[in-house]
C-alpha cells in the first residue's frame, strides 16, 4: 500500500465531511460507490475510548480497504497522551490519516472543552495536534471553524496548528457562536489559504455541484456534509464538475429524477446498514436516511410516517416497492 499525503492528494480534493450518527460504514460505502475518489471521514471518535478498550467504539474504527481509501479517522478529545495513543492504534489497524476535531459546536461536546472549545485555547489545541503527529507517520489534520466570536484569530490559530505538525485544515465557514444559522462566510477561509503553506479546503452551505464550483477559488478542495441527505449522489455530481473530463469516470452516475430511481439505492443503503449493524440497530439508524430519501412528490408524507418506524429490512422493501 502506498502512504497517503494530503499534498500529494488529487486536487481538487472532495471530501465527506465527518458527521455524527451519518458517516457510519453502510453510509461510507454508499458514497464510495457513488463517487470512488471521494475521501471519506469516520464519525468523530473519542481518544479517550480508544485508550480505554471501549468495544463499541473500537468497532467504528473498521473500514473495508479496498473500498474506503483514503479513510480518514476523525478524533476528538483534550488529552495530549491519549492523543498520542489513539492515534497509534489507528495507525496500526491501517488507517490513511488522522483528523482532529475542533469544531463542532454541540453543547455536550463544548462543554467539556472538546470540538470547537479547542479554539479558546490555542496552546492546548498545538499540543494536541502535536502529540498525534509525532506518534505516528500517517498525516495528521484538524477540522475547525472560523472562530469562537472573532473571524479575526482564524489565520494566527491556524499557523499554531500548522507549526504544530498539521498537514490539512478544513475549515467551516461560520463561528462557534453561528452554530449553522445563516449563510457560511467563505471569505476568510480564502485569506487563511493564501497565508498558510498547507493545502486547505472549505465547508458549508455546499448544497449543488454549481455550489462547489463557485466557491473552490484558491482553496485545495471541498468538503460536503449535511447536503448530502438524501442525495448522495451529489458528491458525484461535485467530484466531475470540479474535473471536467475523468476517464476514470467515464461511466456517468446521475442523480436519480423520478423516486423510483432512487429505491435501489436506499434499499442498497438499508442493506448495507444491517450487514454492519444488525436488521434491528441498522434499520433504527436507517430512519434519519430514510426520511430525507422521500421527499417532493405526491404521496412523500405518508411514505415517511411509516418509514420511520420501520424495525425490519422487509418492511423498508414493502412500503418502497408496494
Known sequence: MMSFSWAA??????????????TDASYRHLIKRIAPDVVVYTEFLSTDAICHGAEKTLNMLHFDPA????????????????????????????????????GCPAARVVSSCHGSALMRDPDLAAR??????????????????????????LIPFCKRLVDAGAQLLAVHGRRFCDKFAGKA???????????????VIGNGDIKTAADASARLRNLDGVMVGRG???????MREIYDALR???????????????????IPWI????????????????????????????????GAREMRERLVRVERLDEVRTILCC
Open 67 to 102: 473500498i474506503e481509501r483514503p479513510f480518514i479517522v476523525q478524533l476528538f478529545g483534550r488529552d495530549p497522551e491519549n492523543f498520542l495513543r489513539a492515534a497509534r492504534v489507528i495507525e496500526e489497524l491501517g488507517a490513511d490519516g488522522i483528523d482532529i476535531n475542533m
Open 185 to 199: 462566510d467563505w471569505g476568510p477561509v480564502y485569506e487563511l489559504k493564501r497565508n498558510i503553506s498547507v493545502p
Open 9 to 22: 492528494a488529487a486536487s481538487p480534493i472532495v471530501a465527506l465531511a465527518p458527521m455524527a450518527g451519518v
Open 267 to 298: 434499499l442498497d443503503h438499508c442493506e448495507l446498514a444491517v450487514k454492519f449493524k444488525g436488521e434491528r440497530k441498522g434499520m433504527l439508524e436507517m430512519r434519519r436516511h430514510l426520511s430525507s430519501y422521500v421527499k417532493g412528490f405526491d
Open 128 to 153: 494536541l495536534v502535536e502529540a498525534a503527529a509525532k506518534a505516528v507517520k500517517i498525516p495528521v489534520s484538524v477540522k475547525t471553524r472560523l472562530g469562537w466570536e472573532k473571524k479575526e484569530t
Open 244 to 262: 471536467a473530463s475523468n476517464e476514470k469516470y467515464s461511466e456517468t452516475i446521475l442523480r436519480p429524477v423520478a423516486f423510483e430511481e432512487k
Open 228 to 234: 448530502t441527505f438524501g442525495n448522495p449522489w451529489l
